[in-house]
């Protein structure tokens, strides 16, 4: 990744009829960027990628593409290609006609796309389908083949439109995999549209936390979930308790009548805040080691962790840990002043958490 | 009746509850009782008067093996006939298609509320009577019909339409556009969008999009709208004698009158050399077709 700027949306607006699906959008993306688009459906995710490809046009605003404004240019002649979310492979030609779709528009010599049709079909692990027809394969491997025609055009930029969306779990965690591959060795620019924060956890470089039209937060998917900006983003990205509060000072926070310490500063005296706090930053420890006390309510086995309730201060604690406190046990509640996050109260609509806690 | 009746008894004897691969037994038989009705209409009306006009067809008034009938197409009077009635549905066909084509694709563009009021337009006049609408247009092409008034009263040169080829393709296009139109836009409206985008994403123009893509994925509802237009107009009488007077005779008439004047001999031996046009003509169009959208209809 290079800090190069390939892509910049200028303002971007869009609306069908009544309905705003974005609202002056701007954002970058950056060179062998994978730049992930991540929200619930009807955030705007698939409208900005639409009009990056050139399937949309906005109302307002401009697309730059390597500094040269292509708000206006048709799909074909833009230097990127898309996967679809439904493959979208042309169901009359063979594999290797599909491949060669894009290479024959561009009246490439037949050795060439001969060779090509072979990298592409090596690249993705389906070798030997040269003559089958699409409707012949399986999902996982017709997505596989909408990859492979894209690629074989040596886009700069790949765009990805929920493309794991149809398949299975297991067939989805590994094509994960096969895609962090392929970006590796095409060393292209990806962008990736997702309503799974798993995925874009797993794949991307930046994460863009979109809702209801807006930009919710950008970053690493670290700082993504580590440090939300708002509820929305906390609530959305894994699970959380998000609990209304009271920044007494710099570095203490009234968390449900009870004083923690903390790390933040720059919020004001007595100011209501949103905290976040992941329930696997929560340590149970003997009652008397805790900064608050409460009952273990539920308990669920979840694999990995076990998934409590804990009843403290008049309020659900959810908690993750891998050690078992039967239910009805007494438990006291550590949080590191490190992983309590304090985030603004929201100003709009769009930066709520889908199901607040207070 | 017997044989569903032993259908029955056998879904009776064996309780859906059993096991699967009976429970699907079961079903199977509930498909076929089903189909019942519709064995028994196509064996009385359909299968039996084939079979009729073969038997007529190859046979004299004293129920000997012949060819003669067949033979009779050479005759210059009915060869003229078949000819002329396969130039005329094949225009006909012709300008279906370049009528429906465009009509398609502009519907497939638009907003689907629209679409149906467009679709309904196109099928509103089906809901009027065949015959009706080929009388209509009697009335508006004869030499003292709406259209000659209306160019009489601005003196204008009057137009000779009635009793030509000409009125008679008019007929057949106005009668049989809409099995063209709805099959081409029935797989048109199939088509998915983002395939098209995919055509253009990869570099296709909106010429080479539609050349590659959508005309390859419409040919079934093409090939379907022209069997569905071809066929009828190839056999038909009534719009040729509506509308092309006693001077244009088409193998339909010919037939007709044959079967009128009593002679089931001639005219099944006629039909039955039709019927091999026809079946031809399918036998190449089934070629391009291999998902048939209807055509299997006729």
């Not at chain 1, 060779?115 to 012949?136: C, F, H, Q, T, W």
């Not at chain 2, 094949?90 to 502009?106: D, F, G, N």
């Not at chain 2, 099995?179 to 836009?185: A, H, N, T, W």
Request: aromatic share 8%.
């Amino acid at each position: 990744m290079t800090d190069n700027k390939l892509i910049n949306l200028e303002n971007i607006s869009k609306s069908y009829g009544d309905n705003i699906v974005l609202d002056e959008l701007n954002l970058y993306i950056r060179e062998n960027e994978f730049l992930t688009l991540l929200g619930p459906s009807g955030c705007g995710k698939t409208t900005t990628l639409r009009i990056i490809g050139g399937f949309e046009t906005p109302d307002q605003g401009r697309v730059i593409f390597e500094g040269k404004d292509i708000t206006n240019l048709p799909p074909n002649e833009r230097q990127l290609n898309t996967v679809f979310q439904k493959y979208a492979l042309f169901n009359h030609m063979t594999i290797s006609e599909n491949i060669a779709f894009g290479l024959k528009i561009k009246k490439k010599s037949k050795e060439y796309i001969k060779d090509k049709i072979k990298y592409a079909l090596k690249l993705v692990n389906l070798e030997g389908y040269e003559n089958r027809m699409p409707d012949s394969l399986s999902g996982g491997q017709q997505q596989r083949i909408a990859i492979a025609r894209a690629i074989v055009n040596e886009p700069k930029v790949l765009l990805l439109d929920e493309p794991l969306g149809a398949l299975d779990l297991k067939l989805r965690q590994d094509m994960q995999y096969e895609l962090i591959r392929l970006k590796n060795e095409l060393g292209i620019t990806f962008i990736y549209v997702t309503h799974d924060q798993e995925e874009a956890l797993t794949m991307s470089d930046t994460i863009v936390v979109m809702n209801q039209g807006y930009i919710q937060q950008i970053g690493t998917p670290e700082d993504i979930y580590n440090e939300p900006k708002n509820a929305f983003v906390a609530d959305f990205i894994g699970d959380s308790n998000i609990i209304a509060s009271t920044m007494v000072e710099d570095r203490l926070v009234n968390i449900l009548g009870t004083n923690f310490p903390c790390v933040d500063t720059g919020f004001g005296r007595n100011q209501p805040v949103d905290v976040v706090i992941r329930p696997e930053d929560i340590d149970l420890v003997k009652p008397e080691d805790g900064i608050i006390q409460g009952r273990v309510t539920s308990l669920i086995f979840k694999g990995v962790h076990y998934e409590m309730d804990v009843m403290a201060n008049g309020h659900e604690w959810l908690v993750h840990s891998t050690d078992l406190f039967p239910v009805g046990s007494e438990v006291g509640l550590y949080v590191d002043p490190f992983d309590i996050q304090i985030m603004n109260k929201p100003t709009s609509e769009d930066e709520e958490a889908v199901e607040i806690e207070e | 009746m017997k044989v569903p009746l032993n259908v029955k008894n056998k879904m009776f004897q064996k309780p859906a509850k059993d096991s699967d691969k009976e429970f699907k037994i079961g079903r199977v038989n509930q498909v076929k009782l089903l189909s019942f009705p519709y064995i028994i209409w196509m064996v009385g009306f359909i299968i039996i008067p084939l079979l009729m006009i073969l038997y007529y067809g190859l046979t004299d008034r004293d129920n000997n093996l012949t060819f003669k009938n067949i033979a009779l197409i050479s005759d210059p009077i009915n060869r003229k006939a078949l000819l002329l009635a396969l130039e005329l549905s094949l225009i006909s066909t012709i300008i279906c298609l370049l009528l429906a084509y465009p009509l398609a694709m502009v519907l497939r563009k638009n907003h689907k509320t629209s679409n149906s009021f467009i679709v309904l337009i196109i099928i509103l006049p089906m809901w009027m009577n065949f015959l009706l609408r080929t009388i209509a247009w009697q009335n508006i092409l004869e030499k003292t019909g709406i259209i000659n008034s209306i160019l009489q009263f601005f003196h204008l040169p009057t137009l000779n339409i009635i009793n030509t080829s000409a009125a008679i393709i008019l007929g057949m296009v106005y009668n049989f556009l809409p099995f063209m139109v709805l099959p081409i836009y029935n797989v048109l409206v199939k088509v998915d969008k983002d395939v098209i985008n995919a055509a253009r994403d990869l570099g296709a123009n909106g010429r080479q999009t539609f050349l590659k893509i959508i005309l390859p994925l419409s040919i079934p509802g093409v090939v379907s709208g022209i069997t569905m237009v071809f066929v009828p107009s190839l056999t038909t009488f009534v719009i040729s004698t509506i509308l092309g007077g006693s001077k244009i005779v088409l193998i339909g008439n010919v037939i007709e009158q044959q079967f009128r004047l009593g002679n089931w001999n001639t005219g099944s031996g006629l039909s039955l050399v039709l019927m091999v046009f026809i079946l031809f003509s399918m036998a190449i169009l089934s070629k391009y077709d291999k998902e048939s959208e209807g055509s299997n209809l006729w």
